[in-house]
């Protein structure tokens, strides 16, 4: 049974069925938490710039990214080679121009979490804002209504700044985390598909801001050695999508 293709109601339901193993699931849930493998943030400098020009006049695109660990660069040994950077990388070659970088990205972080720090740092008023988001909300069960008001306050805050475009990276399918226990990772799974619907709505509902589905094509050898981050190879084919959409969507603003 493939999650995406169910309705938010019928995923609903699924979840509700799945509080019968909340026992299970908890225990499981604390020893996965004690045996996962621990892996750094990439090592930085987390910003650069890819295809600069330094004789053109035209100015370079600025993207930046911000979010979980999927920004911060956990399961790459370097920041180069995180999907911040690889969108960069991939817009470059594609567009032929200047592309800049910066990745603002926290290990563990969720929504809320999220919306607090864009009150603390400075973000700037980049082209394009690259947002993951989602799987910390999967983990600490942040529910749907709660979720859902994040996501609105998140987009709002980010779309005063004025960007040209806000990439939404769907939460990826957590049914397929290696190191997830069954049925913790079949759970997890139905609670991510609820929260990617949310994503892929607000996508529906404003021009200015795209859902990419990371369930698509999704390949488990593409985990990192914890089974739960992107590795370098996942990250280079997740920026290709992203670049794609980005491309495309720069192209009919221009």
């Known amino acids: 049974m493939k999650l995406q293709s169910l309705s938010l109601v019928q995923l609903s339901l699924l979840w509700t069925l799945c509080l019968f193993l909340f ?62 950077a690889q969108v960069a990388a991939q817009l470059a070659a594609t567009l032929g121009g200047g592309v800049c970088w910066r990745a603002l990205g926290v290990n563990g972080e969720k929504s809320e979490e999220l919306l607090v720090r864009l ?31 994040n996501i609105i306050k998140l987009l709002a805050e980010l779309r005063d700044l004025r960007p040209g475009l806000v990439v939404l990276l769907g939460v990826p399918p957590m049914e397929y985390f290696s190191t997830l226990p069954v049925p913790l990772r079949q759970v997890m799974g139905i609670r991510a598909a609820m929260l990617n619907h949310t994503l892929r709505q607000a996508a529906e509902l404003l021009k200015d801001v795209c859902w990419v589905d ?32 980005v491309a495309e969507k720069l192209r009919e603003a221009s």
Not at 120 to 139: A, C, H, K, Q, Y
Not at 214 to 241: E, K, M, Q, W
């Open 119 to 149: 009150g603390e740092i400075s973000v700037g008023r980049p082209d394009v804002f690259l947002v993951s988001i989602g799987v910390n909300d999967v983990t600490a069960v942040t529910g749907v209504l709660k979720w859902q008001f």
């Open 23 to 84: 026992p299970l699931l908890l225990l499981q849930g604390w020893y996965t938490r004690r045996t996962t493998v621990r892996l750094p943030d990439g090592k930085p400098p987390a910003e650069g710039c890819f295809g600069e020009d330094q004789e053109s006049d035209q100015p370079n695109i600025e993207i930046v990214g911000v979010g979980d660990s999927v920004v911060a660069g956990v399961g790459v040994s370097q920041m180069t080679e995180s999907v911040t």
């Open 214 to 245: 990371l369930r698509d094509d999704f390949d488990p050898s593409h985990l990192a050695s914890d089974g739960y981050h992107p590795n370098a190879t996942a990250c280079r084919d997740i920026a290709v999508h992203v670049a794609s959409v």
